[in-house]
């Protein structure tokens, strides 16, 4: 099946800092999404985007299909920012049920 | 607002005692997915269904079960639920690709799962 990667694992920002997480895949996709998983459990969509740029407020995202990785861009993060980002891919090559393969996260803490 | 509703947020229960955590969704998706989330295994699907009538098996369906009566909802079964089924549990909607513009899952809140 299609892998996905993200990097890094695990940051830490001071409040008003610029990240940039991101996500590598095996395979072309026809759906990519970003997701927030907040410290209460709650999965956030952030974007749709199989490809191009999409922005929202502080937050914007590339995905470059034809090199096969996505970029998420937090700027001037804020502690409301804190808590895990997926990364999350399907492709009818690998299945016709449509399921989202999931990255292992970035889990991203911002500190005060 | 568009949404995904799961009930309950939080339950707790005993090995063997029949469950249901409802899943339903108010955007008129043909799809939805059932998903597991557990430490150092990340999200697992579970069971998913194309439409009305329409379901099948995802990567982990073992001691679960669905039905998709109605477009809107579609339930998360356990008949004897053990230990190993402690999870955090998702569902997720989306519109059919095939048919038209797709803007991918919404997710439910998640329910988290404690069986003793």
């Known amino acids: 099946g299609i892998q996905v990667e993200q990097s890094p694992p695990d940051l830490i920002l001071q409040e008003g800092a610029n990240s940039t997480l991101r996500c590598n895949f095996s395979?072309?996709?026809?759906?990519l999404q970003w997701f927030h998983q907040n410290p209460w459990g709650q999965l956030i969509n952030l974007f749709y985007?199989?490809?191009g740029t999409k922005q929202n407020g502080r937050l914007s995202a590339t995905t470059v299909a034809t090199e096969r990785y996505s970029l998420l861009y937090i700027s001037s993060s804020q502690t409301t920012d804190s808590g895990v980002y997926f990364c999350?891919?399907?492709?009818?090559?690998?299945?016709?049920?449509?399921?989202?393969?999931f990255g292992s996260g970035t889990r991203l803490q911002v500190q005060p | 607002e568009a949404q995904v509703t799961q009930n309950p947020r939080y339950l707790i229960t005993v090995t063997g005692k029949k469950l249901t955590v409802t899943c339903s969704q108010n955007?008129?998706?043909?799809?939805m997915s059932w998903y597991r989330q557990d430490p150092g295994l990340g999200l697992r699907q579970i069971y998913y269904?194309?439409?009305?009538?329409?379901?099948d098996k995802g990567d982990v369906p073992e001691g679960y079960k669905v039905s998709r009566k109605e477009k809107r909802n579609f339930p998360l079964i356990l008949e004897s639920p053990s230990p190993n089924q402690t999870s955090l549990y998702f569902c997720?909607?989306?519109?059919?690709?095939?048919?038209?513009?797709?803007?991918?899952?919404?997710f439910g809140s998640g329910t988290r799962l404690t069986v003793v």
């Open positions: 997720a909607s989306s519109l059919d690709p095939d048919r038209g513009p797709n803007y991918g899952y919404t």
């Open positions: 395979d072309s996709v026809n759906n």
């Open positions: 985007i199989p490809s």
């Open positions: 999350a891919v399907a492709s009818l090559l690998y299945t016709g049920r449509r399921a989202l393969t």
């Open positions: 955007m008129n998706h043909e799809y």
């Open positions: 269904s194309m439409n009305v009538e329409v379901t």
